[in-house]
Nanobody, 121 residues
């Protein structure tokens, strides 16, 4: 079955960088839009960035110019490069991928388990 797993979270100082990865596995026919979300304590989940199958990207205003989303379709992996990080970027980051599986060719949304990102001041 199709699975999505995030990696790359951790602790970083303010101004530093981290690169998150969202890897899809299983029998995959096609990956459509993939989005990164984050959820901080006592805050609502926020859409951070997304990338379409064609490569169109969008970002929430608070990360524009600092975060870059990209996709490596050969490896079924989507990355989120986070630079110039701020303490307010601290959250659990999760990816949501819209995937058409290669068995029954059904399209569903798949979520990963999330990865913790902590930015110290």
């Amino acid at each position: 079955q199709v699975q999505v797993v995030e990696s790359g979270g951790g602790l970083v100082q303010s101004g530093g960088s981290l690169k998150l990865s969202c890897a899809a596995s299983g029998k995959i026919f096609r990956i459509y839009t993939v989005a990164w979300y984050r959820e901080a304590p006592e805050k609502e989940r926020e859409l951070v960035a997304s990338i379409s199958k064609e490569g169109s990207v969008s970002y929430v205003d608070s990360v524009k110019g600092r975060f870059t989303i990209s996709r490596d379709d050969a490896r079924n992996t989507i990355h989120l490069q986070m630079d110039k990080m701020k303490p307010e970027d601290t959250a659990v980051y999760s990816c949501k991928a819209t995937i058409q599986d290669g068995t029954i060719y059904r399209t569903d949304e798949y979520w990963g388990q999330g990865t913790q990102v902590t930015v110290s001041s």
